[in-house]
Each structure stands twice: as structure tokens, then as C-alpha cells.
């Protein structure tokens, strides 16, 4: 008896239903983007040489250690009343030499001298300082600043800095109220 042979199934057309397959599946899946923090660079520094001599005073300083516990100007701080106390520190106080320095500036677009502070927020994390407390802390900063835009927003124009939608008003804002965020290089505050 002879053996019956089975046809040969046509394996040519499997490589494209394949493709077909691999197409469908990227077009319709969609990919979660992780989004960083939102942040304007500083422009370069012209004279890098050149040293700046920021007065202690000036300078609201917080450090993280390793087991994100924060001090705020040397006592220990808590990142709950973290924006408040920088919106404190950033808020004119006239002749209290336990605030920022006030300096006047002209202010084209507005026609007049406005008082601003001096005052600078300097941020630093040991190494071993979670990603979640670094975090928390650049909210807490952005928090900060923002509810200062909203205060000098409603100030001038009557809203919100949010609900500005004239360039001119933002940028006027943003000389008002900058961000002087200084953030230094991590380091292994308590050793390795």
C-alpha cells in the first residue's frame, strides 16, 4: 500500500498575518510617558571665574540626608510647612535682619519701582536621599512660588497667574515673583 501524502500548507501568507499582527498591536497600545519636573535653566554664566558674595541672610538653605530628614536653616524642618516657611523667607520684610535684603527695581511694563527681596533658595541633597522626598520637596518649592505668582497676579490684574492669558502680564509676573531656586551637586553627607 502506498502512504497517502498531506498537502503542504502554504506558510508564505503566515509571515505577513504576523506583521499585520505586530502592526495592529503598536498602533493601538499606548505607551505611558513619565514626565519630568518642569523647570526653566538658568542662561549660561558669562564670567564664570567671577565670584558672587550672596549674604548669609539671604540665603534660605535646605539640606535632605540619607534618611530624607530635613533641616530648614539649620533646625530640623518638616515637609509639610516646607512651602510656607519659603514663601515666609521670599516675602518682603522692611529692616528685619532676619529676612532677605530688599533692593528696588523699575519695572518698564508696570511704569515703577517695585520693592523685591534678595532672597535665594538654596537646596541640598545627600546621595542617599529618595527620588520620592526629592520630589516632594521640588513640589513643595514650586508650590511656594506659585501661590506667590497667584498673590502678585490678583495684586495687579485680578486673577489668577494660571488664568492669565496675556504674555506681557506672565512675563510681568515672572520679574515680580522669580524662581531663585540654587540647587548644589548631591553629596555623601555621612560617608559611605
Not at 535632605?64 to 520684610?93: C, E, Q, R, W
Amino acid at each position: 500500500m502506498a502512504k497517502r501524502t498531506a498537502p503542504e500548507i502554504n506558510a508564505g501568507s503566515m509571515a505577513d498575518i504576523a506583521f499585520l499582527l505586530l502592526i495592529f498591536f503598536l498602533v493601538t497600545t499606548t505607551m505611558d510617558v513619565d514626565t519630568g519636573i518642569t523647570r526653566m535653566l538658568p542662561p549660561p554664566v558669562e564670567n564664570p571665574d567671577k565670584n558672587i558674595d550672596v549674604k548669609d541672610r539671604n540665603v534660605l538653605k535646605i539640606l535632605v540626608n540619607s534618611h530624607d530628614l530635613l533641616l530648614v536653616d539649620g533646625k530640623p524642618g518638616n515637609i509639610n510647612t516646607l512651602a510656607d516657611k519659603v514663601k515666609d523667607f521670599m516675602t518682603i520684610h522692611t529692616n528685619n535682619p532676619n529676612y532677605p535684603e530688599t533692593t528696588s527695581k523699575f519695572i518698564p511694563e508696570l511704569g515703577k519701582k517695585v520693592v523685591m527681596t534678595k532672597g535665594i533658595v538654596s537646596l541640598k541633597n545627600d546621595r542617599g536621599t529618595s527620588y520620592e522626598m526629592y520630589i516632594k520637596i521640588q513640589n513643595e518649592l514650586a508650590r511656594a512660588f506659585n501661590e506667590m505668582k497667584n498673590e502678585k497676579a490678583l495684586q495687579y490684574y485680578g486673577v489668577k497667574y494660571k488664568q492669565l492669558v496675556n504674555p506681557e502680564k506672565i512675563k510681568i509676573i515672572n520679574k515680580l515673583v522669580p524662581v531663585r531656586v540654587s540647587e548644589a551637586e548631591p553629596e555623601n553627607v555621612g560617608g559611605d
